[in-house]
């Protein structure tokens, strides 16, 4: 059954020696007996026997999920909290307690190998389609042995095998009421009685989810030919690409009314977007050193675009009854195009103001600075104003009633734009070997293997600059102007409504990792009573190159318009080089108890690390221990105690007062809590599945920029809910004609920053689905989600500080997305 299907119990989670896609269990019910393969460094051993916390969701829950991301499928594990806000990429999770905002300690896998080495940004070059078999999730346990960069959690994405029995097919065709269309296939089919092949993907089209005049489109492919030993070993040689378009969302403006978040007018909270037509594309002036033009475009219009190119081969070979070798290695090559906008970066909640405020010279005028130039620039300008660059209409400071009658709301504000590129490779290779013993009750099986990663990124962030402009969906951007006494323009201070280059440093930048992993797992049983045991030994080559900041910032090229004299934060054409040999070990054991054939009780320790290029290697300790009950189909049960800790969090944040320059946190982390999941069905057609996690997350030996911050000391790590859960329940139509199931889903209050200055409340989510067998071959299915248009706010402004305030009732922040609704069409064949 779909909904017993996620199975919250016990297990191993890394691949290490066994085919991380070996065909996945046929019952999808809730049966502790499943094989999982995420880590199982045994074989066919059972989720009851194991040492940790581990989650499996099978193909059909993952249909019911209905994903529009992988921040979706993310949001299935307990304990990881997913900020899926972002849109269909670049969404931030966290695991057990860790403060929210990035992507550290978890580790996206697909077919037990890390999508990239260092684990962040995994999701601009993965999703799921019709070519994925299940998920298996991990926290914990053995992942910071048998993976990298991956000590809180792994999550492993399991592809479908070739099938070599018969040829089986299937397409998809799903539509959403935001515009996206989408199509999917997956075909496999033996070409020989020992050879297989595999292939799927899918293209689609969409504006995103909030409101955007773009369309954008995209596809990704994958393949596999696969051979089989007759002693049932395998080589398998696959590929993918792809190259795909999104819309990309950062934080806009709300009001809190009566104590509750809410839109501002001409800005809808649920599906309003600054970004549209006046961003389409914009010039930028940069470093010639950057780019020789002088200039670099952002474009609005093509959103987020991610290619990627991966080849990769697989093999297990039995050499004799107790000995079997494995290999697993790919190579990807990957980039990104980042044109994302970022209101209120820098400025905070301060640049959120009215326009006359704007226009007004003196220190509660965001853009001071530039009126200042203006005033030298122009000596007999009168007042200022605006100029819309779409209308052309000029409105000067003294026509008040006209600007505080802007879009309804009279504000203006400081977007940035922010153009980010990545060039990169990301190689690596898991080869080892599996040695099995048994003998009466006494069983044995010793891991042990190598890792190794060989990756380098080249990152352009320059011309990051920030544009004047209104309050309101698809909103306009704004020249400032020098005015006469009769509002006439005899001056512009901008530049296309560009008031300042160069806002976040040189921007250039570059990374790279050699890095080199020895590990062993022991898993031996005695009886009823399982004990394993593991170590990871890991040394990375590390060097960063980062561009040096002139002394003197380049001047703009000429005929550039405004009064700006610079480009800003100008590279220089040089680097500062960083290089670190760092050695870390991570290990772990556990044990399990079988007390009947239906309850066990498990015990864990684990200690890991994040290797973090040239800076600190940060830690992870984690306790755990739990319980776990299967009453037949009636009853799956499992609760788990766990204490986290977190050591030498480390992270920048732009200084709200000169963006341009990087502040430091480094902090502790202590996270106490327990995760509950329970599964019920009185009746084969109905059952109700909650996981729940509620945790006491805390800072300790928290300092910036390495003075100490008392008033930190005990607060709650900013974007960390203390109470999450999710409830599910789920009906079978009779004579499988189908399934019903709504969701509710729960997220605590978070806050905004480390100070605890900026609450953001609780809110909850219900969604609805249905799915209709109409034949063998034919499926159709709904859903709708946030069905009763919660406002729900996953972070505050992370650009304005750790000490943050609402300004006048107005602040920054990101939210979930109302009401949507749609479904596929699925054919079988």
Known sequence: ?????????????????????????????????????????????????????????NRELIDQKAPRSTADLLEMVPGIFVEATAGQISNNYSVRGLQGGGQRFVQLQEDGMPIL????????????????????AVKGGSSGVLTVNGAGATINFVSKNPNHEKAEGMARFTGYNYGLKRGDFYYSQPITDKLAFNIGGYFQSSPGVRKNPFDYQGWRLKGALEYK????????????????????????????????????????????????????????????????????????????????????????????????LFGHGRYLDYSYDFNGLFPGSGTGNAGLTSAVNYLTPGNSSPINDLLTLGQAAFPTTVRYGIKNLRTGQVIGSNQTALLNALNGNGFLQRTTLNHDAIDAYDFGMNVGGRWSFESGSFKNSLTAGVMYYNTKRNQDQSATASVVNDVRTNSDIYDIVALNANNQVIGTLSDNGLVSYGDWGAGIRSRKDSSLSLYVNDEFSIGDLHVDA?????????????????????????????????????????????????????????ANYLITPNFSIYARYANGFQMNNVDPITGIELYEAGLRYQMGRLISASATVFRTNFRNQNYNFADPV???????????????GVELN????????????????????????????????????????????????????????????????????????????????????????????????????????????????????????????????????????????????????????
Not at 20 to 30: E, V
Not at 34 to 54: E, H
Not at 117 to 136: K, S
Request: no cysteine.
């Open 534 to 590: 593991g170590v990871r030994w890991e040394h990375d080559s590390a060097t960063a190159w980062d561009g040096n900041q002139a002394a003197v910032n380049q001047p703009v090229p000429a005929g550039t318009a405004g009064v700006l004299p610079t480009v800003g934060s100008t590279w220089d054409g040089t680097y500062s080089v960083r290089k670190a040999n760092k050695k870390a070990v991570a290990y772990t054991v556990g």
């Open 1 to 57: 059954m779909a909904s017993a299907a996620m199975l919250p119990l016990a297990a191993q989670a890394q691949t290490a020696a066994t085919d991380a896609a070996a065909p996945a269990a046929q019952d999808d019910a809730a049966d502790e007996g499943q094989i999982i393969v995420t880590g199982q460094t045994t074989p066919n051993r059972p989720l009851i026997t194991a040492s940790a916390d581990i989650t499996l969701a």
């Open 117 to 136: 080495y260092g684990g962040g940004g995994a999701d601009f070059f993965f999703d799921q389609d019709l070519t994925i078999d299940r998920l298996e």
């Open 658 to 672: 000169n963006p341009s320059q990087q502040s430091n946190i480094n902090a502790d982390l202590r996270t106490n």
């Open 678 to 829: 329970l599964n019920v069905r009185p009746i084969d057609a109905f059952s109700i599945d909650f996981q729940g996690v509620f945790q006491d997350p805390k800072l300790v030996n928290l300092a910036i920029n390495g003075a100490n911050q008392a008033g930190f000391e005990g607060n709650r790590p900013e974007r960390t809910p203390a109470r999450l859960f999710t409830i599910t329940p789920s009906y079978k139509l009779p004579n499988g004609l189908g399934e019903i199931y709504g969701r509710y889903k729960y997220i605590g209050k978070i806050y905004a920053d480390a100070g605890n200055g900026v609450a953001l409340p609780s809110y909850g989510v219900t969604s609805v689905g249905a799915s209709f067998n109409l034949s063998k071959q034919l499926q159709v299915s709904v859903n709708a989600d946030n069905i009763f248009n919660v406002i729900g706010l996953t972070e505050g402004n992370p650009r304005q500080g750790q000490t943050q305030a609402i300004t006048n009732g107005y602040f920054y922040a990101r939210g979930i997305v109302g009401a949507t609704y749609g479904g596929t069409i699925t054919f079988k064949f």
């Open 229 to 324: 030993f007759d002693d049932g070993g395998y080589i398998r040689l696959s590929g993918k690409g792809g190259n795909v378009e999104n819309a990309y969302y950062a934080d806009q403006p709300y009001r809190f009314q009566n104590g509750k978040p809410a839109g501002i007018p001409s800005l809808d909270t649920q599906f309003g977007n600054v970004g549209g037509d006046a961003f389409a594309n914009i010039a930028v002036p940069v470093s010639t050193f950057a780019h020789s033009s002088g200039y670099r475009d952002f474009k609005y219009r093509d959103g987020v675009v991610a290619k990627t190119w991966q080849a990769r081969l697989d093999f297990e070979k039995p050499v004799s009854d107790s000995l079997t």
